[in-house]
């Protein structure tokens, strides 16, 4: 934990501390240690990186949900999340049934055009995501279809929302990126 509060890699955004104007320095590194029991009786302790820089471009924090899926998540990636359980807002169950009943509608453009237009429609946090959603082939389905499908939907708005919080992204920059931090925390990795 000593080792990552001081660790920083620019290449992945990640900075370990900044000093502000007042000489305060704000320490954005920290660990969340998890540790649990497996079904054969040992013991297995995960380590959670976590870093709570913000940019201009992230002011809620650069691994943190991104305001393009605030729509669906905007509390910050918990405990339950990384071991696995998606904990999404109460509301989406009421919007998951609105946006059924959208899809399913007659009226489906006048509707829109509401919901866009009103700011305080319980949809109108959504409307960028039904531009998109509408393009697909939801008009053929039935209203459970639909709902299943939207929920898949949100799905895989959720894993991008976890995509965003990782520091080690999923992808070849981030697993090198990884491998710089265990060397520097004096791991070796087998040849």
Do not use: C
């Not at 709570?52 to 924090?61: F, V």
């Not at 609105?98 to 700011?119: H, M, P, V, W």
């Not at 898949?152 to 070849?172: C, N, R, S, W």
């Amino acid at each position: 934990m000593e080792e990552w509060k001081e660790y920083s890699d620019p290449d992945i955004e990640l900075i370990a501390s900044q000093e502000a104007s007042d000489g305060i320095r704000t320490v954005h590194n920290t660990v969340t240690p998890i540790a649990w029991r497996t079904d054969s009786a040992e013991f297995v302790l995960d380590l959670v990186f976590r870093n709570n820089r913000t940019s201009k471009a992230h002011p809620e924090g650069i691994f943190h949900p991104h305001r393009e899926h605030h729509h669906i998540k905007k509390e910050n990636i918990g405990l339950i999340e990384v071991m696995g359980l998606a904990v999404l807002p109460g509301r989406l169950k009421a919007e998951l049934d609105e946006l059924t009943a959208l899809f399913q509608s007659e009226k489906f453009d006048e509707a829109f055009a509401q919901i866009q237009q009103e700011d305080k429609h319980p949809l109108h946090k959504h409307k960028e995501w039904i531009m998109v959603l509408k393009e697909s082939p939801v008009k053929t389905m039935n209203d459970d279809q639909t709902l299943q499908w939207l929920r898949q939907q949100v799905g895989l708005k959720f894993y991008e929302v976890l995509t965003h919080a990782g520091i080690f992204k999923d992808d070849a920059r981030g697993q090198a990126a990884f491998n710089t931090w265990m060397y520097f925390a004096g791991f070796r990795l087998a040849e």
